[in-house]
């Protein structure tokens, strides 16, 4: 039995995240725009970073100044240098700083081993994990400037990266994908590692199957449905808010004391499933 219940919209506590500056990456869609209103909500300004369809960025900067906080819309490739350099520069001159980073751009090129081309390998590193890389560097930078302020938060600021449970699953014919997942695994501990002693807090959050375009096929027809629902112990696809409440509260100083782990929400899909009856 699977259960259909829409996630609830109204659990985030409004003032969490008061007086934070949060950025978002690839915030105009899926994971993103319901994590960029979750952290509004919760009383963060959020600035939506969009690399295609502005309009879609805008709205979602809209909806955010709605509850009360700032918003706006910055275009950046985050696999790009000098676009993630200026986005970061930007939002320090007109944010005043940078509390949170939500590092969750992301993409696929999916396609058999001998079949994927270099440009399909590059793409999906380039813009999952050297973008990343890119944001946090930048981020980390304003978060050293800046220090404590503690009535603001405990940390100097918090990094969220977006990783999946494909970090840890391996992924027949989406090599680039998992390959760039684990990268981020492993970048992420040791950022954290690297950045603690400065109150930095880095941690990932590994969605496992949600309903966003970027996997519209896994989910759109009865069939894959009933396919992808075998892999979930816990019976339902994920919705963009049980991400979006996941991220609010590590970046949030309910967590301040987890640095460096994984939260995986993922309806236990990655318990094994196939094991439940057998092996
Ligand atoms: P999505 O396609 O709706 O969102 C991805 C966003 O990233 C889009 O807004 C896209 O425009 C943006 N983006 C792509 N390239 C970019 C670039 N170069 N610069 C800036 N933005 C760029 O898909 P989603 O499911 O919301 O994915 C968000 C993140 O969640 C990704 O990192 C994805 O790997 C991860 N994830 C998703 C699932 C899932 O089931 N949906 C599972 C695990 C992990």
Redesign the pocket.
């Known amino acids: 039995m699977s259960s259909t219940a829409e996630a609830p919209q109204d659990v985030i506590p409004a003032r969490l995240l008061q007086g934070q500056k949060a950025l978002v ?10 994590t960029a209103l979750g952290l509004g909500r919760a009383g963060a300004d959020v600035v939506v ?5 502005r309009e ?1 960025a805008e709205e979602v900067a809209e909806q955010i100044a709605s509850f009360g906080v700032r918003s706006a819309a910055y275009e ?5 240098e000098e676009q993630v350099v200026a986005m970061t520069d930007r939002m320090v001159e007109e944010f005043g700083t940078i509390d949170i980073l939500v590092a ?5 090129r999916d396609a058999r081993f001998t079949e994927m081309t270099l440009a399909q390998w590059q793409k999906v590193l ?3 994990l050297t ?1 990343q890389f890119l944001c946090a560097r930048e981020a980390t930078k304003e978060f050293r400037r800046r220090g404590v302020v503690p009535k603001v938060s405990r940390s100097a600021g918090k990094i969220v990266c ?5 970090q840890l699953i391996p992924w027949s014919g989406h090599v680039n ?1 998992a390959s ?2 684990g990268g981020v695994h492993m970048m992420m501990q040791t950022l954290a590692q690297e950045l603690a002693p400065e109150k930095i807090r880095v941690n990932a959050v ?10 519209h096929d ?1 989910w759109a027809t009865p069939e894959a449905r009933e396919d992808l629902l075998r892999l979930i112990p816990y019976d339902r696809i ?1 919705d ?1 808010e049980d ?1 979006a409440h996941a991220v609010v509260a590590l970046a949030s100083d309910l967590m301040d004391y987890v640095v460096g782990t994984t939260l995986y929400v993922d309806g236990g899909m990655t318990l094994f499933p196939g094991f439940a009856t057998g092996g």
């Open positions: 990456t690839g915030a105009n869609s899926g994971i993103g725009k319901a970073n969009y690399v295609a369809h879609a950046a490739d985050v696999s790009k969750n751009a992301g993409l696929q380039d813009v999952n973008g977006m990783s999946s449970v494909h994908y760039s997942k590994a969605p496992g199957a949600i309903k966003t375009p970027i996997n896994a994920g963009p991400i």
